[in-house]
């Protein structure tokens, strides 16, 4: 009899056991393919809530990745696909304000957050603490450092490929070399550390070049167009490249440049925002690298309806640069 009850207690736990393991698989599981899935009501209880994390909203880059979320979430509520989101949260590129802005997610009891992390470092708590709460993060643009680990998706852009594309079109409109500078997206920011990656891993290939000066301007053009002007005092004839992490320093690099007579200076960033575009259209500026901002935005928002209809999808889709020169612009504009 007591051998009987034994058994019975054992095969209870047992049943117990698994449907609570149940429970952990349903929440992710691995397709073919290396796709993953994912439960969309997180807390369970019985509406889908969607947060959005910004970056800033005051940068031409992110601007229109903000206006095609706050014009799909909007929408998404009134059809019903989603049942609230949180509104366009600023993350004012301060990793403290998206921590602030992680608690306010945690506290609305979000089941997805789209996060676009200012720093990888000093942003990544803000990651953590939604993931621990057990919210599905989905980084867009640039990583934290535990986004491959906490997020269950990164959507971006290979920065490393967009280093190297940097670098290529100086080394290929400077067939001589000579002497270049590198203007710094805000440190520490992974778009900032790859693209350097990238530019070095082609730079130091040619020992025709000479790199005299890598400046932390912070995406900022003014501080870009200063490092500018003191290298073209510095040096004169012998610097024949600017090579910029983003193209608001660029355009400002390369506008010092051509007013003080050196439109033979090749200035080159990242984004392919109106301005710069407008630029390589008019030739004042030679060449941008696109990066699709609004694809970025568009391929977390696939993830977040695919989460929604309980269907797979890639975790780490790859959005590519384009080179953009006066040969292509308008096809880009």
């Known amino acids: 009899m007591k051998k009987s009850i034994v058994m019975?207690?054992?095969?209870?736990?047992?049943?117990?056991?698994?449907v609570s393991c149940s429970f952990v698989i349903a929440d992710e599981t691995?397709?073919?393919?290396?796709?993953?899935?994912?439960?969309?009501?997180?807390?369970?209880?019985?509406?889908?809530?969607?947060?959005?994390?910004s970056k800033n909203f005051t940068d031409p880059f992110h601007a229109p990745i903000n206006a095609r979320a706050q014009e799909y979430f909007d929408q998404a509520v009134k059809d019903g696909i989603i049942d609230e989101w949180t509104g366009l949260l600023d993350g004012e590129t301060d990793p403290n304000k998206q921590i602030d802005r992680a608690a306010d997610c945690i506290a609305k009891e979000c089941d997805i957050v789209i996060f676009l992390p200012a720093e990888a470092e000093a942003s990544d708590p803000a990651l953590v603490q939604m993931a621990d709460a057990g919210i599905h993060v989905i980084e867009v643009n640039s990583k934290s450092a535990s986004c491959d680990e906490k997020a269950i998706a990164y959507v971006g852009s290979d920065d490393v490929q967009a280093g190297n594309m940097l670098a290529q079109w100086v080394v290929d409109n400077c067939p001589d070399g000579g002497k270049f500078i590198h203007c710094?997206?805000?440190?520490?920011?992974?778009?900032?550390?790859q693209r350097t990656e990238g530019m070095h891993e082609i730079m130091d290939e040619h020992?025709?070049?000479?790199?005299?000066?890598?400046?932390?301007?912070?995406w900022d053009g003014n501080l870009a167009a200063d490092a500018?002007?003191?290298?073209?005092s510095k040096y004169g004839e012998e610097l024949v490249?600017?090579?910029?992490?983003?193209?608001?320093?660029?355009?400002?690099?390369?506008?010092?440049?051509?007013?003080s007579g050196r439109e033979d200076i090749i200035c080159i960033g990242v984004d392919g925002v109106?301005?710069?575009?407008?630029?390589?259209?008019?030739?004042?500026?030679?060449?941008?690298?696109?990066?699709d901002g609004v694809g970025q935005i568009n391929g977390a928002i696939e993830i977040v309806e695919k989460i929604v209809k309980g269907e797979s999808?890639?975790?780490?889709?790859?959005?590519?640069?384009?080179?953009?020169t006066q040969d292509n612009v308008d096809d880009y504009m």
């Open 8 to 18: 019975k207690v054992l095969a209870a736990a047992m049943a117990l056991s698994l």
């Open 30 to 53: 691995e397709a073919a393919g290396g796709e993953v899935s994912y439960e969309a009501d997180v807390n369970g209880d019985g509406k889908i809530v969607v947060g959005y994390i």
């Open 184 to 193: 710094n997206g805000v440190l520490g920011n992974s778009a900032q550390i």
């Open 207 to 218: 020992p025709e070049f000479e790199m005299v000066g890598d400046f932390d301007t912070k």
């Open 228 to 232: 500018a002007s003191d290298a073209i």
């Open 241 to 259: 490249a600017i090579i910029c992490d983003n193209d608001g320093m660029s355009s400002a690099a390369q506008k010092m440049c051509n007013d």
């Open 274 to 291: 109106e301005v710069p575009m407008q630029l390589v259209k008019d030739g004042s500026l030679k060449a941008t690298i696109l990066q």
């Open 313 to 324: 999808f890639d975790p780490a889709p790859v959005i590519p640069f384009v080179l953009i």
